[in-house]
């Protein structure tokens, strides 16, 4: 019997979305700890902001990607999608190699601002970003296995606009993050 995506997006989605969380999970619990080589300390202490600029750089890709199928340009809406899930990549490879090399970050302020601002706002952001992951895979199955023209028959547009909404709100509560613990503490 032949094996064939498009048929079987339900199940892709859920195996990428094990794979893309297993690794998550193992990197912030320390599973790849000495597997991976080091790279320069000035190269691990420029990883929060660059993935702080690829935050911003992806809320604006994102946005704007949503507004253009909004407007009926579908090849637009398609590339910025495309790289806002580049960008989203980048991110991930960098948080996660960061993380794994050095752990989580410790928030470097005051106790009452950990307790009632920094910490609800990562609640939320990493809640937010582990939800996003099988809503992308599930989209972006979708979008690949596809046409363009029966793509708004499918769950598509209606999951994407979620996960759009959810994917630019967890990135911008990273940015929050990032300003919290790099920028004002």
């Keep these: 019997m032949e094996f064939r995506a498009r048929n079987h997006v339900p199940a892709l989605t ?22 991976l080589p080091r790279a320069p300390t ?16 992806a ?29 989203f990549v980048t991110f991930l490879v960098l948080y996660l190699y ?6 989580p970050a410790p928030f470097p302020g005051p106790e009452t601002i950990y307790r009632f601002v920094y910490l609800p706002v990562l609640a939320i952001h990493i809640s937010l970003a582990i939800v996003c992951i099988p809503l992308l895979n599930y989209v972006l199955l979708l979008a690949l296995t596809r046409p363009i023209a029966a793509l708004s028959e499918t769950n598509h547009p209606r999951v994407g606009r979620v996960a ?6 967890s990135f911008a509560l990273g940015i929050v993050v990032y300003l919290l613990s790099y920028v004002i503490y």
Aim: glycine fraction near 12%; charge should be positive; avoid cysteine.
């Design 42 to 57: 000035a190269v691990l202490d420029a990883i929060p902001t660059v993935n702080a600029l690829v935050s911003a750089l």
């Design 98 to 103: 960061r993380v794994s090399l050095l752990g």
């Design 59 to 87: 809320v604006g890709t994102i946005a704007t990607g949503w507004r253009a199928i909004r407007r009926g340009a579908v090849a637009r809406h398609r590339k910025l999608m495309g790289v806002s899930l580049v960008l």
């Design 14 to 35: 859920g195996v990428l979305s094990l794979i893309s969380l297993g690794l998550v999970f193992g990197a912030v619990l320390g599973l790849f700890d000495g597997t």
């Design 164 to 169: 759009a909404s959810l994917w630019m709100i």
